[in-house]
């Protein structure tokens, strides 16, 4: 037995401990935001908080996440309350295929959380670990630049 | 009764009147040509209806786009699918506008082989063209329908009514919504060639920019794509892959995939292998196991990659006349003359492949996000040896495609053991560096140029021939379906045939649309490669349009004339001009940054002759000691025709841009004897964050009361061509070999 | 009398100690120049592999930044020094900077206004090399795109905050002449010998440093540790336990994969690819020069590795670790395994060394991802695995390649790294 605090919910799964916490998420806890791109930490699209840094679940076996707070971008916000930055998405239409994008949000996330102030360049560093085929770069930039003009406030 | 009509045979118009003139070109005396099926013909259907607009040539019956009722309300059915572009929604639009209705009212349907229109493919920049047009037609007509229904138990004229959110009002304040007045109306009839008129200047939808309506669930983690599917008691599958293109297994230690923890089954049939589990994790591991005990002959040999353009022009190969006119001296005098390469290249889908499979009480039925659900149940029908009709495919987005990637292969996989364990729905996910290895790639071509100038500066002489493999794989018998290979009764891929122009395969956009008295142009489409070639946006467009470009500059210097004039003092067509000039004066051309290493360059396309244009104009600098190349702006002019959602096409241009951006700078396969390297984003790197372009703007031409042309893919060739021209002029260095930034190129440009 | 000689005698003192000092820490101004001559090629292709030997932009080149403008953080016991612009912007770079002057910075470490240079830049190497490698070096630098960019003020704790003192650390360290080839050896061993000791400036990580920052002569190439990553040894690299060859180290030195070794890291990562911008026989020469360098102490031996059979809990619980964290990569029959035939986690440097140093560094930074080009990415993993996890997987892994000679000091030492990544 493995207990997981996902979303400011404990959960008692039955899993192994070398499971990584992205099939766990998605196949015991019934998520979908984070997403399979690579396992291999390259791409960025199963970037999830884990004590408020953004990793890879991907490559984070649910046998080191004892004690520790996990976060997806279901904890961001709904539909029908999105948070600031699903806000920004939507009102930006930043996504295509939108297959990358619920990392990118994470990661975004993340950034703001610590610095409410990025500049372009610290913005730019800081996405660099996730990809987005569809070249949606300019709206994903533009969108976690609308949130900065904001305050910054996630 | 008098309704005003006109011809919004969209599609067609634009295809005779700019088809015409290329079609001209192709059937001049003396060039035989083999006429393909167009990539996005609607494969395995036969055309019902030629004088209809759009695809209501495949599929003429109204009711195969929409249906009314009173349970369901309204509901339009499209045979495209969502492949990221938005076009889900803008086809709503396109329905909600002709049928005056507020899109909420509509219950929308993608392909579904059970439900929707067969048009083929959701490729080659079509889905508007094609279904856009056929819905814009379809639904206006079946509003006519209901208005002559009303008006006639009304006994009303048609002019006196008023529909308001699928109600007919008449004068006296009676009502009927469009579910009753369906009630008598035989939907199950043949379009007609003339649909009722609507001025573009009254449109509420079309040419407004409709939220899309998958964007909310996908930034908030709703289940979106079919990777997201959950089944009752469904399985997960991986499979196992050998090591190489014509590797046979020998054997495999199936009592260790035995030991693994949980139920894990090995589905078996010749080369093919893969496991299945309760537990996704558990069918990764299994995987990996059956990776370490699986045993296989050594395969087919990989070329050298240092000299894949050179073998390129020495494999059989069927040489196809593309374009020929006047009189070609030989040799050319004063000729400037080019050889350019291009690499083998990925999709690269950010999601790998995934499918699921059901096989339940005789009917297998399959989501899968390929994009043509209908050549696809064939395939797989033959493959699994059922009748078509007991196959079933339903679309369910998966990550951005852009073309032919594994999308079809994985749904065979899923067919392939959802066959072997009847019962039970399979979620077969490919792993990177499956979806890497295994999936068709973009064409390694070669093109050579010779082009010279009259006394005036005026273009002249053009000779042009290509190299490469097919850019068409798609799935027209069991045969290409990767899968099938595998087998033990093996399916062998149908013969390869180019796409025909004007569309084009490697030759799309091979003909340049300058005027130029003098032309040749020939592909040789090479028929035997180590690697599977298929369909990647825009197919040949990208090197063909950055060769004819770069040549366009080299001759405008050697013109001594500017670049843009020069384009300019070779078209006619006022909606290229206007494209070229609007670039030019929102970027001030020719405005140049200071400060070392920068450098500006221009570019233009028109899409296959046919369709978008595009101009297109970059600045960057090149760091010459590093070789990084930074693009500081980009200003594009583009002109669908008819704009249908507005930030729909400017997201798509914007992506373009930086999708182009990537395959030119950084992109190329990278293998050698000892395999593929580029199995993951490390062997294969893409444009990230830091390199992004600093600016992009993109101007929109709208054309009310033209035909679509299509947006998806007019970008990648001029972008390209945009990079390559601005290097020159930054660095005084004609790159001729894409990608254009690989590792080491700034040692040409000295220290 | 008396009274006044001992006045007249402290007095005397006072001003000679005062002229001393004045003579030990003053330096001239060395006039600026705006012209430069236009270099040909041959000189700037001479001069640009001078200065990718001496790794001049690993230090130079901040992270995003521009070519050789400076900015990167250089963090010393001393404090925070940032690294200046050498593009030849006039202003904020070394456009002013006359041949001259950029001689006395490379030889003495004395910036062209005559203030003194931390020694962090390598002077004591470059002032080995020849006169002709500087003057083909200065003409690359002069040729470079010029650009307007200051970095931060330097963070340096008193009292090496006032630079003159650096004059007193010169006094000890700063000596010796441009390298003469010995000539009992090859001319690749002279060249090597050149590259490893001049520009190169290999023993700046790879010797103990000493108190006051300086390296220990007597101890030179014997290891160092720098930015928390072990700069392992240099000498009897053929007669270790692992030996390396020729072809192994030169595919190290240039950022490719060493068979049974693995691949470059940490800081040694940017030098191995200015390395590789180096012709091949530069990279043999360096090779045959290391590999040349015998054993110096008498130390026994450490025994063979032998791989454990029975693993302790804390490794089965690194094996599971493994699994869900490496295995996609490291796995047996993982796609980096079999098709780029990159060794077993267990075969490699990181895991053999004596210190686990290097290993948790790798772990927990990674490698970084290239965009333009491919490379040898590792992602980090300092979020997603806390000490005791990267303990664990480290004693799997030390169990599976070295488990006769365990790791003892695992927890201080990853404990220790952690701490010195806190700091900003």
């Given at each position: 037995m493995i207990t997981l605090d996902i979303n400011g919910k404990t959960h008692e799964l039955d899993i192994a401990?070398?499971?990584?916490l992205l099939y766990a998420l998605r196949n015991?806890?019934?998520?979908?935001?984070a997403k399979y791109g690579?396992?291999?930490?390259?791409?960025?699209?199963?970037t999830v908080l884990v004590n408020d840094k953004p990793v890879f679940s991907c490559l984070t076996?649910?046998?080191?996440?004892?004690g520790k707070s996990v976060r997806t971008?279901?904890?961001?916000?709904?539909?029908?309350q999105p948070g600031p930055l699903q806000k920004a998405f939507i009102d930006e239409q930043?996504?295509?295929?939108?297959?990358c994008i619920a990392g990118m949000i994470v990661r975004a996330q993340a950034l703001l959380e610590a610095n409410p102030h990025p500049d372009d360049e610290t913005i730019r560093r800081h996405m660099a670990p996730n990809l987005c085929r569809c070249g949606t770069h300019v709206r994903i930039f533009a969108a976690i630049k609308s949130v900065v003009a904001q305050g910054g406030k996630v | 009764m008098k309704n005003p009509t006109q011809n919004v045979n969209l599609s067609r118009r634009a295809f005779v009147i700019n088809g015409a003139l290329v079609m001209g070109f192709a059937m001049l005396p003396g060039i035989p040509r083999a006429f393909a099926d167009t990539e996005?013909?609607?494969?395995?259907?036969?055309?019902?209806?030629?004088?209809?607009?759009g695809s209501l040539r495949a599929t003429p019956y109204l009711d195969a786009w929409i249906r009314i009722d009173a349970k369901d309300g309204i509901t339009v059915y499209t045979g495209k699918v969502e492949l990221g572009t938005g076009v889900k929604t803008a086809l709503l639009q396109i329905a909600a506008e002709r049928l005056e209705v507020?899109?909420?009212?509509i219950r929308f349907l993608t392909a579904d082989t059970a439900l929707?229109?067969?048009?083929?493919?959701?490729?080659g920049s079509h889905t508007i063209v094609d279904s856009g047009t056929a819905l814009f037609n379809a639904a206006a007509q079946v509003r006519q329908l209901l208005l002559e229904s009303a008006a006639r138990q009304w006994q009303r004229?048609?002019?006196?009514l008023t529909t308001r959110d699928a109600v007919i009002y008449d004068t006296q304040g009676r009502s009927m919504t469009y579910a009753q007045a369906v009630?008598?109306?035989?939907?199950?009839r043949f379009a007609s060639a003339n649909s009722p008129f609507k001025p573009?200047?009254?449109?509420?939808?079309?040419g407004k920019s409709l939220p899309?309506?998958?964007?909310p669930a996908k930034v908030s983690g709703?289940?979106?794509?079919?990777?997201d599917m959950r089944l009752p008691d469904m399985l997960h599958a991986r499979v196992i892959r050998p090591p190489r293109r014509g590797s046979q297994l020998?054997?495999?230690?199936e009592a260790a995939l035995r030991q693994l923890p949980g139920e894990v089954k090995l589905v078996r049939n010749g080369s093919y292998l893969a496991v299945v589990a309760t537990d996704e994790w558990l069918a990764v591991k299994a995987m990996r196991e059956g990776y370490a005990k699986a045993r296989w002959t050594e395969g087919n040999p990989l070329p050298d990659s240092t000299h894949i353009h050179q073998l390129l022009t020495e494999l059989p190969a069927r040489r196809y006349p593309v374009s020929a006119k006047g009189d070609l001296p030989q040799?050319?005098?004063?000729a400037y003359k080019a050889r350019v390469t291009k690499q083998y290249l990925m999709h690269g889908s950010i999601g790998p492949s995934c499918a699921v499979a059901w096989f339940k009480d005789g009917t297998l039925t399959v989501w899968t996000h390929t994009q043509g659900v209908y050549p696809l149940r064939a395939g797989i029908a033959e493959m699994v040896g059922?009748?078509?009709?007991q196959v079933r495919c339903i679309h369910a987005e998966g990550s951005?495609?852009?073309?032919?990637?594994g999308a079809d292969d994985a749904a065979a996989d899923a067919a392939l053991i959802a066959m072997a364990i009847p019962g039970k729905p399979i979620r077969v996910q490919w792993m990177r560096e499956q979806e890497n290895l295994w999936e068709p790639y973009s064409s390694a071509m070669l093109a050579e140029v010779e082009a010279g100038l009259d006394d005036s500066g005026r273009l002249r002489d053009w000779k042009y021939e290509l190299w490469s493999t097919p850019h068409n794989e798609r799935i027209?018998?069991?045969?290409?379906?990767?899968?099938?290979?595998?087998?033990?009764?093996p399916f062998t891929p149908a013969p390869s045939v180019p796409i025909a122009q004007?569309?084009?395969?490697?030759?799309?956009?091979?003909?340049?649309?300058?005027?130029?008295?003098n032309l040749k142009v020939d592909m040789?489409?090479?028929?035997?490669?180590?690697f599977r070639t298929s369909a990647m946006r825009s197919l040949g467009a990208h090197i063909n349009i950055f060769a004819i470009e770069s040549t366009v500059d080299e001759l405008a210097a050697r013109a001594t004339i500017d670049p843009v004039q020069f384009r300019l003092n070779h078209l006619s067509d006022p909606r290229a001009r206007a494209v070229v000039e609007r670039v030019a004066a929102e970027f001030r051309w020719p405005h140049k940054a200071t400060g070392p290493g920068s450098g500006i360059g221009f570019a233009f396309a028109r899409y296959k002759n046919i369709m978008g244009y595009c101009a297109i104009a970059v600045q960057l600098h090149v760091?010459?000691?590093?070789?990084q190349v930074m693009i500081d702006r980009v200003v594009a002019a583009v002109d669908v025709?008819?704009?249908?959602s507005p930030d729909g096409l400017l997201n798509q241009i914007q992506g373009g841009i930086v999708q182009s951006a990537s395959w030119t700078l950084y992109e190329r396969i990278l293998y050698d004897a000892s395999g593929?390297?580029?199995?993951?984003w490390s062997g294969y790197p893409i444009m990230r964050f830091p390199d992004l372009p600093q600016q992009v703007e993109v101007h929109m031409i709208d054309q009310p009361d033209q035909p679509f042309l299509g947006a998806?893919?007019?970008v990648q060739g001029p972008m390209a061509a945009a990079l390559g021209n601005a290097i020159n002029d930054a660095t005084g260095k004609r790159l001729l070999d894409l990608p254009l930034a690989r590792r080491g190129w700034q040692d040409a440009l000295g220290s | 009398m008396k009274r006044k000689t001992i006045i007249g005698a402290v007095l005397a003192i006072g001003v000679a100690g005062l002229g001393f000092a004045f003579w030990m820490m003053w330096r001239p101004e060395i006039a600026t120049v705006s012209q430069h001559l236009n270099a040909d090629r041959e000189t700037l292709d001479r001069g640009r592999r001078v200065v990718e030997a001496g790794d001049c932009?690993?230090?130079?080149?901040?992270?995003?930044?521009?070519?050789?403008?400076g900015g990167l953080p250089l963090v010393t016991p001393f404090g925070t020094l940032f690294t200046t612009n050498i593009?030849?912007?006039?202003q904020s770079g070394?456009?002013?900077?006359s041949l001259d002057a950029f001689e006395r910075a490379m030889?003495?470490?004395?910036?062209?206004?005559g203030h003194f240079l931390y020694p962090a830049f390598p002077y004591v190497h470059y002032r080995k090399l020849s006169d002709a490698d500087i003057a083909d070096a200065y003409a690359f630098l002069m040729s470079v795109d010029p650009i307007k960019y200051t970095a931060p003020e330097n963070h340096m704790v008193f009292p090496m905050n006032?630079?003159?003192?650096v004059s007193f650390w010169n006094l000890l360290f700063l000596h010796g002449d441009p390298l003469e080839p010995?000539?009992?050896?090859s001319a690749q061993w002279n060249r090597g010998r050149y590259l490893v000791e001049g520009a190169?400036?290999?023993?700046?990580?790879?010797s103990p440093l000493n108190?006051?920052?300086?390296?220990k002569g007597s101890e030179l190439f014997n290891g160092g540790v720098v930015d928390g990553w072990t700069a392992p040894a240099l000498h009897g690299m053929t007669e270790a336990q692992h030996p390396w060859n020729e072809a192994q180290l030169v595919a190290y030195l240039t950022g490719e994969v060493a068979e049974g070794h693995g691949a470059a890291a940490g800081p040694m990562l940017p030098v191995s690819l200015s390395i590789a911008q180096l012709p091949a026989e530069d990279a043999h020469a360096i090779a045959q020069y290391i590999l040349d360098l015998?054993?110096?102490?008498?130390?026994?031996?450490?025994?063979p590795c032998t791989s454990g059979v029975k693993p302790s809990a804390t490794a089965l619980r690194g094996a599971a670790l493994f699994e869900g964290a490496?295995?996609?990569?490291?796995?047996?029959?993982a796609p980096m395994r079999v098709i780029e035939s990159r060794p077993a986690l267990a075969n490699t440097s990181a895991v053999r060394a004596d210190s686990p140093r290097n290993l948790i560094q790798t772990i927990l930074q990674g490698i970084p991802m290239s965009s333009a080009a491919s490379s040898h990415y590792m992602p980090a993993f300092a979020h997603n695995l806390d000490d005791t996890h990267v303990a664990a997987l480290a004693e799997y892994l030390r169990n599976e390649s070295c488990a006769n000679r365990p790791w003892t000091d695992l927890d201080k030492t990853i404990k220790s790294i952690r701490a010195q990544e806190q700091q900003p």
């Open positions: 401990d070398d499971m990584p015991q806890v019934g998520l979908n935001g690579c396992g291999l930490g390259q791409c960025g699209a199963c076996p649910c046998g080191a996440l004892a971008v279901e904890s961001l916000g709904s539909v029908d930043a996504a295509q295929c939108g297959y | 996005v013909d609607t494969l395995g259907t036969t055309i019902l209806a030629p004088d209809l607009p507020s899109p909420g009212l929707t229109p067969n048009e083929g493919y959701t490729a004229s048609i002019d006196s009630v008598g109306v035989q939907l199950h573009a200047g009254s449109f509420t939808l079309i899309r309506l998958d964007i709703g289940a979106a794509y079919v990777q020998l054997e495999i230690d040799p050319l005098p004063r059922l009748p078509v009709a951005g495609c852009y073309g032919h990637n027209v018998n069991a045969g290409r379906l990767l899968p099938a290979w595998l087998l033990a009764n004007p569309e084009g395969d490697g030759d799309r956009n091979a003909v340049p649309l300058y005027e130029i008295p040789n489409f090479v028929l035997t490669m180590p760091q010459r000691q590093t070789g025709g008819q704009i249908v593929m390297h580029s199995f993951d998806a893919e007019i | 932009a690993v230090c130079h080149t901040r992270p995003g930044g521009a070519y050789m403008a593009t030849p912007d006039p070394i456009g002013q900077w030889r003495e470490g004395i910036a062209r206004d006032f630079r003159p003192l010995l000539p009992n050896r190169g400036h290999c023993s700046s990580c790879h108190l006051i920052g300086g390296e015998k054993k110096t102490s008498s130390d026994a031996p450490s025994p490496c295995a996609s990569c490291h796995g047996r029959a």
